[in-house]
């Protein structure tokens, strides 16, 4: 979806949280991008490839000036920082006016994981903010459990026009919400409380 969508060519691009996989930034370098780079809590690699300028950071503060950068992204990131309006407003403090942020969120329980047993898909959702953080803050998968909602609120309460966003359900849990048989999800809509993953595309 990036590369068909997306001109790279003679563009500042970022991604968020590369981990080990630099593939599509070789990519877009490859496209005669002008600037090409990445930040990681960690690094997960002991040679970065070439041409693409790495850097450590923790999301709270993005080390780059206003309105640096094209395009940026995150696949399957977001969800495990731990202070998302913060993060959010850095990324759009860093984009140019009319830049695009594209970001791809996996809203399912990282701990139990599972796309497939319904009963643990959500299991996150279960605890309280407070036990949540007690039993989760510090360890490195670490997942926010924001759900649709809240992160098209943050998007906009931010500043981002939400161009195109697209969502992955699970009709098991709709069904069972529907039923009420799944009692920690009922404070949830039901758009919330059945979206397991969504992709946002946005501009500033």
């Not at 309105?67 to 998302?84: G, K």
């Not at 490195?140 to 966003?165: K, M």
């Not at 992955?168 to 979206?195: F, G, M, Q, R």
Request: aromatic share 14%; glycine share 4%.
């Amino acid at each position: 979806k990036l590369s068909k969508n997306v001109m790279f060519e003679g563009a500042n691009v970022l991604e968020l949280g590369p981990g080990q996989t630099f593939g599509i930034l070789e990519e877009v370098r490859r496209t005669k991008a002008s600037k090409v780079c990445a930040v990681d809590i960690t690094s997960y690699l002991e040679n970065i490839p070439q041409g693409i300028e790495f850097k450590l950071n923790d999301g709270r503060l993005l080390p780059y000036e206003n309105e640096t950068f094209d395009i940026l992204w995150s696949w399957s990131v977001f969800e495990h920082i731990r202070f998302p309006k913060t993060t959010v407003q850095e990324t759009f403090r860093i984009l140019k006016k009319g830049g695009i942020a594209i970001h791809a969120i996996d809203l399912v329980d990282h701990f139990n994981y599972s796309w497939n047993k319904d009963n643990l898909t959500f299991n996150c959702l279960r605890y309280s903010e407070k036990l949540w953080n007690l039993m989760t803050w510090n360890r490195s998968n670490y997942v926010n459990r924001l759900r649709l909602s809240d992160w098209q609120n943050l998007f906009n309460e931010v500043g981002y026009d939400v161009v195109y966003f697209e969502t992955t359900e699970n009709k098991i849990i709709e069904e069972l919400y529907l039923k009420n048989k799944i009692k920690y999800l009922s404070k949830y809509s039901l758009e919330d409380a059945k979206t397991m993953s969504v992709y946002f595309v946005l501009k500033k």
